[in-house]
């Protein structure tokens, strides 16, 4: 009689991180994804990638230097027999041999290898868009606070408008939603708590509070302008005499722009201990777009979050 088949592994710096845990459980009951690694010749990428596999996550398709890859995947101890390997010989050739993969159904998500944004999202945007503006969201597990952080915009849209800010929003409260945070609670941040009209980012995050009451945008509670401190500490809002739904309880952090969106999540990451698991949301498939110097566990966190994005977010829309 044969042996039962073998549960994939959990590494143990998931473990460490039990509500992104959970979500690399549920993805698990869908199976592996093929995902197109978009030069894939970096070791943190080629770890993330094969733990993400041995997690039952994806099934890579790696692209790049063919040499560079199969060399590091030995210095890995890792063998390629059971993984599809394409040729590359720059970054640009890269990202359009996956944009390709994506188009004709071969590949169900793609990840950010050892290759700048820029490079990655150019095709993208040429190729798999959708009707959706396309934006970024980390998703952020701090061991000081009780729930995952949505945090957005902190990698594409460089310096939003009000009207692109509303259609971050609203992506970043479609994720949220789907990730099981029926009702969001939305802080438009900006450097003070009070409306100033020398401040725009504070004009900006008025208008999406009111958008948010007359309907304009569904589904979430949203204040702002709200400092990070008012958003994060419910006894930094009393102290200022704040009185906000959101105050303490906050699950989506909008930045008034790129900068102010990385520079924060950066911080929590390298200070605060946070995972932030990346991931590009609006465009036709998933795309996993962490830090290049992101640890192997925030990658298999965004392998995670694009399974159950690919399984489960046209159902839900």
């Known amino acids: 009689m044969s042996a039962p088949p073998r549960e ?8 460490a991180c039990p509500r992104l845990q959970a ?34 996550l994806v099934e890579p398709v790696l692209i790049g230097d063919p040499r560079r890859v199969r060399a590091l995947c030995g210095t890995l101890g890792r063998s390629l027999d059971a993984q599809r390997l394409i040729a590359a010989d720059t970054e640009q050739e890269a990202a359009r041999l996956g944009v390709e993969l994506a188009q004709r159904g071969e590949v ?8 700048h944004t820029d490079a990655l999202m150019h095709p993208v945007l040429a190729g798999l868009r959708t009707g959706k503006r396309v934006s970024h969201v980390f998703v952020t597990e701090l061991p000081s606070y009780d729930k995952l952080l949505f945090i957005t915009d902190a990698a594409i849209n460089i310096a939003p408008d009000l009207a692109i800010k509303a259609d971050i929003l609203r992506n970043a409260i479609d994720l949220a939603r789907l990730l099981g945070v029926e009702r969001p609670k939305v802080a438009a941040l900006s450097a003070v708590e009070v409306v100033k009209p020398a401040i725009a980012s504070t004009i900006d995050a008025a208008c999406l509070s009111k958008m948010a009451e007359r309907g304009q945008i ?38 008034p ?7 924060l999540a950066k911080d929590l990451e390298y200070l605060a201990g946070a995972t932030l698991a990346g991931i590009v949301v609006g465009a036709r498939v998933p795309i996993m777009l962490p830090s290049r110097s992101d640890p192997p566990v925030a990658r298999l966190a965004a392998a995670a979050l694009a399974v159950i994005m690919h399984h489960e977010g046209e159902e839900r829309a």
């Open 108 to 115: 169900a998500a793609l990840a950010k290898g050892w290759i």
């Open 8 to 15: 994939p592994a959990t590494p143990a710096a998931a473990r």
């Open 23 to 56: 979500y690399l459980e549920r993805a698990r009951r869908y199976g592996p994804i093929p995902v197109a690694v978009v030069n894939a010749e970096e070791s943190h990428v080629l770890q993330g990638m094969m733990e993400a596999h041995d997690a039952g």
């Open 218 to 255: 569904l589904h979430a509670v949203v204040d702002g302008p709200l400092a990070f401190d008012n958003a994060i500490s419910a006894e930094a809002a009393h102290i200022k005499h704040i009185d906000s739904p959101v105050s303490g309880d906050v699950d989506i952090l909008l930045a």
């Open 257 to 263: 722009d790129l900068n102010a969106a990385n520079i």
